[in-house]
C-alpha cells in the first residue's frame, strides 16, 4: 500500500518484459510527478492540463494493451477490457470534478493518488496475466517477419 505521495514512483517491481508496455507504464508514473509538481507551484491551469493529459494518456495505454491482448488471442480479454472501460468510466468522472470543483489542488491530489494506487495494482495484478500471451505473439510476429526477410 502506498503511504505517501513520494512513493508513487516507477520501479523494476512493475516491469512486464514488454519494453512498449513497460515505457507506457514509466509513462504514466512521469505524469504522477507531473502533478505533483503543478500542485506545489499552485498552477490551476498546469494542474488541469496535466491531469487531462495523465488520463488522455493512460486511456490511450488501455486502449494499446487492448489491441495487443486482441493479436494474442488472449483468453480472458473480455474481463480485462471491461476492468480498462471501468477505469475510463471512472477517469472520465474525475475531469468532470476538476473542471466543477472549485479546489483543483485537492480533485488532482484525488486523481494522482487514485488513479496511481488502480495503475500499481493493475500492473501488479490483472497486466501480469496477459503478458505470457503477449510475448508469444510479439515473438511469433518478429520471428515470421525476420524470416521472411531473410528466406
Known sequence: MITSL??????????????????????????????????????????EAVCRGLIDYAVSH???????????????????????HAFRERAYGYLERLEQEENRMKVARTIRTEIGLWLINHIKREDQHYVPYVKRSLDRGFVARMLKRFF
Open 6 to 47: 513520494e512513493t508513487l514512483t516507477w520501479s523494476d517491481d512493475f516491469k512486464t518484459g514488454i519494453d512498449i508496455i513497460d515505457e507506457q507504464h514509466q509513462r504514466l508514473f512521469e505524469y504522477f510527478a507531473e502533478i505533483q509538481s503543478a500542485i506545489a507551484e499552485e498552477d490551476e491551469g498546469k494542474v
Open 62 to 84: 488501455n486502449t494499446f494493451e487492448e489491441t495487443l491482448m486482441q493479436s494474442a488471442d488472449y483468453p480472458h480479454f473480455e474481463a480485462h477490457q471491461a476492468v480498462h
